[in-house]
């Protein structure tokens, strides 16, 4: 089948002429064949169910007490830690198939094309269509209570609860982002263009929540992958797609943690600071680099001959 080709990453070149209206950049999608999106996404999990075992193999050598019904919070944590990274491992082993050159801007860690004060908008539009549709679908399913903070044992003790809060609110809108908007959504794309991608990552985004979210909340949790992903699609970055998970995920946070509104506003901002620094110094590292072709390569990153 043909892949569809939509408007190919946000390139705008300069006119030499005097300044006009603002230009809307012309999209360039790495050209990631489909299949991969699911691959992906399997070998995420499988990566993450072995890494898994190499942290808690060692943990049970040690004495810890670890049962089907039971883990350690410290123990949930670094599984949880151990799976996001998988995520992202194996959305950087799929985009470099072929001998292509990985770059992090594939995957949308660019700025927005729309600019902040419009991302803004959107993300905050995201937010509250997802907040309304949960809020209507637990009370007609009489959604249960999310117990994940209690399996990270956060009322354990403070190192767990401030690292469960960077878990959640931090390290995991980062993977989870990276892997389903940066790369799954972005490769089926090349199937069939943005609404059927887009619906499709909701739904596996939604899936893969099951065992740490309830039941009912799944479907929600679907809702906001599709809105992520167009997010995604009308911003042309990543950047507001992990803010917007972020700010989900650290309201959901005091909410079931019981926190007052300065409380969670105190964590939101916490939050957003730490993937900005996570993120300046990925750039100061040179991993997050401008969308710029470099010489001996085509626009995607494939290095010539490959």
């Not at 883990?71 to 992202?88: K, R, S, Y």
Request: net charge neutral.
């Amino acid at each position: 089948m043909k892949p569809v080709q939509e408007p190919l990453g946000p390139l705008v070149v300069p006119s030499p002429s005097a300044p006009g209206p603002r230009e809307r950049p012309v999209e360039r999608i790495p050209p990631w064949p489909p299949w991969t999106a699911p691959a992906a996404l399997v070998g995420g999990i499988v990566l993450a169910a072995v890494a898994g075992l190499l942290v808690d193999l060692p943990a049970l050598a040690l004495g810890v007490n670890v049962t089907t019904s039971h883990v350690p919070g410290g123990l949930e944590i670094a599984d949880t830690v151990v799976q996001d990274a998988a995520f992202v491992a194996a959305a950087v082993f799929f985009a470099g198939l072929g001998g292509r050159t990985v770059r992090a801007w594939q995957f949308g860690l660019r700025p927005p094309w729309t600019g902040w004060k419009r991302a803004a908008g959107l993300i905050v539009l995201v937010f509250l269509a997802f907040l309304i549709f949960s809020v209507i679908w637990g009370s007609a399913f009489h959604a249960e209570k999310d117990k994940l903070l209690e399996q990270l044992g956060t009322g354990e003790s403070t190192g767990l609860l401030l690292l469960s809060a960077a878990l959640t609110c931090v390290i995991a809108p980062i993977c989870e982002e990276f892997l389903f908007r940066g790369f799954i959504f972005t490769a089926l794309r090349n199937w069939h263009g943005t609404w059927p991608a887009a619906i499709i990552t909701g739904l596996a985004f939604g899936g893969v929540h099951v065992g740490s979210a309830p039941v009912v909340d799944l479907v929600p949790l679907a809702g906001l992958g599709f809105g992520l992903c167009l997010l995604y699609r009308y911003t042309g970055s990543l950047y507001p797609c992990i803010v917007a998970h972020s700010l989900n995920n650290s309201i959901a946070f005091g909410s079931l943690e019981g926190w007052r509104w300065q409380s969670v506003i105190l964590l939101l901002l916490a939050a957003f600071a730490a993937i900005g620094l996570i993120a300046l110094g990925f750039m100061r590292a040179g991993v997050i680099t401008p969308e710029t072709p470099t010489a001996g390569s085509d626009a995607f990153g494939v290095a010539s001959g490959g």
